[in-house]
């Protein structure tokens, strides 16, 4: 079991270019979730799938931000444009029904 | 008031110390717990489940109070690589599948 993979590791951009953050959840799993984790705010819930159908998008900041899921062995979570303040470690995350989660390795964004 | 409350510490101990930490939570319809591990730089991976008779892996014991809504995790003879940040998680049961972490526990153990 190759564990959810996240792309890119690192992602250097310049303020308002549009960045796009990539998860392919473990074979099987029928939810995924996206985090955003700051050493101010914690660990944030972005979004979240079940069944690649979009559940609760509470947590989404703002309209710069948008996540797909496509089908059931792919994400993306897009931020279009992006600013400074979304410098973070962005985190994929999926799940059995009932079960605990499996993180990704994270994508460490920064907008400079 | 966050859902899930803990210290953030850092808590600072010697090698083969016992260190506890509490989590409270404010939902009633919290159902399951679970404690998660976090090492500098890297992603939240599962330390162990909570259950309501309290579990012990190891040197490490769990237990959950639903009358006063804490967790604790104690870690006993502490090892240097036991350095992390531990998270307290819960699911609620009207939440579906979708678990609510705290902002977690630093701890650091010196020689």
């Known amino acids: 079991d190759a564990g959810v993979i996240q792309s890119p590791r690192h992602e250097v951009t310049e303020m308002g270019q549009e960045v796009t953050l990539r998860c392919k959840p473990i074979?099987?799993?029928?939810?995924l979730f996206w985090y955003r984790q700051t050493m101010m705010r914690g660990l944030e819930l972005l979004i979240y799938?079940?069944?690649?159908?979009?559940?609760?998008d509470s947590g989404m900041p703002e309209d710069r931000f948008s996540a797909k899921m496509p089908n059931a062995s792919f994400s993306t979570l897009k931020i279009q444009p992006s600013e400074p303040r979304d410098s973070a470690v962005y985190f994929c995350a999926s799940s059995r029904t009932g079960n605990g989660y499996t993180f990704g390795s994270g994508t460490r964004l920064t907008v400079v | 008031r966050k859902e899930v409350e803990q210290d953030p510490g850092p808590f600072n101990v010697p090698e083969g110390a016992t260190v506890a930490f509490n989590c409270t939570y404010s939902n009633s319809a919290s159902q399951s717990f679970f404690w998660y591990r976090q090492d500098c730089r890297k992603e939240p991976k599962l330390l162990m489940s909570v259950y309501s008779s309290g579990n012990e892996d190891g040197r490490f014991t769990a237990q959950l109070n639903r009358a006063s809504q804490y967790i604790s995790l104690l870690i006993r003879d502490s090892k240097l690589s036991d350095s992390a940040t531990y998270l307290c998680?819960?699911?609620?049961?009207?939440?579906?599948?979708?678990?609510?972490f705290g902002g977690g526990t630093r701890l650091m153990v010196k020689p």
């Open positions: 074979s099987g799993h029928d939810y």
């Open positions: 998680v819960v699911r609620r049961r009207d939440a579906g599948n979708m678990l609510t």
């Open positions: 799938f079940n069944n690649n159908v979009p559940i609760d």
